[in-house]
């Protein structure tokens, strides 16, 4: 089962500095069918404005993934931590027992963001901050993971849930398959390019709930940039 939701379906607000769009409920926008997908909570799809962004504000009990399209964020938080992740790298939160944070764009052009929450294993536990630049070149005609809650996955930012956030670039007629298994939550999203998900197409910035597929085929219509998550 693959179903379609095209990005024009999409909640949203635009706040001026901040143009946000929603595949599942969040703050005001409101839809019983599209509460999550499994344990992915959020999915957000962030247009930041230069020299503005989210000013310091907690988080508790969430996996908080950001995988940065276009531009910089620059975060900073109330454990220490500081960092400046750049287009197609990905940093990653887990809120545990309680964290407060920002998120701005720095920089002279706009950035875009998608902005990912899945459901922690267990509450509590520290909280900590990660990033980790991840060249698309390493990534060109298959999938690789971004991060991961899982102990094989030794070379993703670790998350504190069965899940896995994956990426991958491909060339017109390029194909990349994906085994998900069984009772698992698939969703993919182009942040760039069209794509066929077995046979479903998807324009950019499409949405793709994915479930009782055992094998996910992807294949670029023109070339695309693809960001995946498959949850519990």
């Given amino acids: 089962m693959i179903e379609r939701r095209t990005f024009k379906s999409l909640g949203g607000a635009n706040h001026g500095w901040l143009d946000a769009k929603h595949h599942f409920s969040f703050a005001d926008y409101y839809d019983p069918a599209r509460m999550g997908w499994g344990a992915l909570r959020v999915w957000n799809d962030d247009t930041i404005a230069p020299n503005t962004g989210f000013p310091a504000h907690p988080h508790a009990d969430m996996e908080i993934v950001t995988y940065v399209r276009e531009g910089a964020i620059t975060h900073q938080d109330n454990q220490g931590n500081k960092g400046r992740t750049?287009?197609?790298?990905?940093?990653?939160?887990?809120?545990?027992?309680?964290?407060?944070?920002?998120e701005y764009n720095l920089e002279p052009d706009q950035t875009r963001i998608f902005q990912i929450w899945i459901v922690p294993n267990r509450r509590g536990g520290a909280p900590s901050w990660g990033a980790k630049p991840f060249p698309k070149g390493d990534r060109s005609g298959r999938f690789v993971t971004l991060a991961s809650g899982f102990e094989d996955d030794t070379d993703a930012l670790p998350i504190r849930t069965?899940?896995?956030?994956?990426?991958?670039?491909?060339?017109?007629?390029e194909t990349a398959e994906y085994t998900l298994g069984k009772n698992r939550h698939g969703y993919l999203v182009p942040a760039k390019g069209t794509v066929e998900v077995n046979g479903?197409?998807?324009?950019?910035?499409?949405?793709?709930?994915?479930?009782?597929?055992?094998?996910?085929?992807?294949?670029?219509?023109?070339?695309?940039?693809?960001v995946f998550v498959d949850a519990a």
């Fill in 200 to 226: 479903v197409r998807l324009e950019a910035r499409d949405g793709a709930a994915i479930q009782d597929e055992s094998v996910v085929r992807v294949t670029a219509v023109e070339d695309a940039e693809l």
């Fill in 162 to 173: 069965d899940a896995r956030v994956l990426g991958a670039t491909l060339k017109a007629g």
């Fill in 86 to 102: 750049e287009a197609g790298d990905v940093q990653v939160m887990s809120a545990g027992s309680g964290i407060r944070h920002s």
